[in-house]
C-alpha cells in the first residue's frame, strides 16, 4: 500500500478490472464526501449527504472511529479475499472476511493479525475459541497474543444508509493478558455470512473502529 494518495487525482481500482477511476465519472462534491477518517480520530465535525453516497457507482462504507463523525471510504482494491478500502487523505482499511486486518494512515497502524478464518454461517459458532497474534506500529509490539471467543444473537431487522436488511449479530470478547486489554467486537452478518455492519477494537491505543457497508463489492 501507498502511504501518500492524492485527493483531487483519486486513483482506485474497480471491482472488476485493475483500472483506474475516471475522474469524470465522480460525482459533484466526491472528493469532501469521501471524507477525513483523521480527522474522525479527533472528533471534528464532517457530515456527508446520503444522495451523493448513493450516487457513487462504486463499492463504498461508512466509517466511524470512536466518537468522531462518519466518512466513507471507497474500495480499491481485492487481492486474495483482502479488500483495501482508501479515505480521500491516505488512511487504508484491509478487511478479511469482515475482519479489520490491516492499517495504514492511522496513529497507531495495526501491521499485521494472525488468526484462523472464521465462518460466520457456522452453527457451532458458540463454542469457537482461539488465540490470534496483533503486530503495531509507532510503538512496535510484534505478536500481541489475544485471546477471542463468540456468542451469537438472533437475527434483527437492520436500516443502514441505502438498505434495510435482516442481520445476525455475532459478538466477540477480546482480552490481551500482557497489556491488559479487553475490548467487545461487533459482527452483524446476513445468512450468507456477508459482514455488512461492525464495530472492531484493533488497537489498545486506538478507539473502535465502526463501519458500515453502503455498497457491497460485486
Given at each position: 500500500?501507498?502511504?501518500n494518495f492524492a485527493a483531487k487525482i483519486i486513483l482506485i481500482s474497480l471491482l472488476s478490472s485493475c483500472s483506474s477511476i475516471d475522474s469524470n465519472n465522480i460525482a459533484p462534491g466526491y472528493v469532501e464526501a469521501f471524507g477525513v477518517i483523521k480527522k474522525a480520530v479527533f472528533g471534528e465535525e464532517n457530515d456527508i449527504d446520503p444522495n451523493l453516497i448513493s450516487s457513487i457507482p462504486?463499492?463504498?462504507?461508512?466509517v466511524?472511529?470512536?466518537?468522531?463523525?462518519?466518512?466513507?471510504?471507497?474500495?480499491?482494491s481485492i487481492n486474495d479475499g483482502r479488500h483495501t478500502w482508501v479515505s480521500a487523505d491516505g488512511v487504508y482499511l484491509v478487511i478479511s472476511n469482515g475482519r479489520i486486518i490491516q492499517t495504514q494512515g492511522l496513529p497507531n497502524?495495526?501491521?499485521?493479525?494472525?488468526?484462523?478464518d472464521i465462518?460466520?454461517?457456522?452453527?457451532?459458532?458458540?463454542?469457537?475459541?482461539f488465540n490470534s497474534y496483533y503486530s503495531f506500529e509507532k510503538p512496535v509490539l510484534n505478536n500481541l497474543k489475544v485471546m477471542?471467543?463468540?456468542?451469537?444473537g438472533d437475527y434483527q431487522d437492520k436500516n443502514?444508509?441505502?438498505?434495510?436488511?435482516k442481520l445476525k449479530k455475532i459478538e466477540e470478547s477480546l482480552y490481551s493478558k500482557e497489556v491488559n486489554w479487553s475490548e467487545l467486537n461487533e459482527y452483524w452478518t446476513d445468512d450468507k455470512g456477508y459482514v455488512w455492519i461492525s464495530r472492531q477494537s484493533i488497537s489498545p491505543k486506538l478507539p473502535p473502529i465502526y463501519y458500515e457497508v453502503t455498497k457491497k463489492p460485486r
Open positions: 500500500m501507498k502511504p462504486y463499492a463504498s462504507m461508512l466511524k472511529i470512536g466518537k468522531g463523525p462518519k466518512a466513507l471510504m471507497i474500495l480499491e497502524n495495526l501491521t499485521s493479525i494472525m488468526q484462523p465462518d460466520w454461517t457456522d452453527s457451532n459458532f458458540e463454542n469457537l475459541k477471542s471467543s463468540f456468542s451469537v443502514l444508509s441505502l438498505v434495510n436488511l
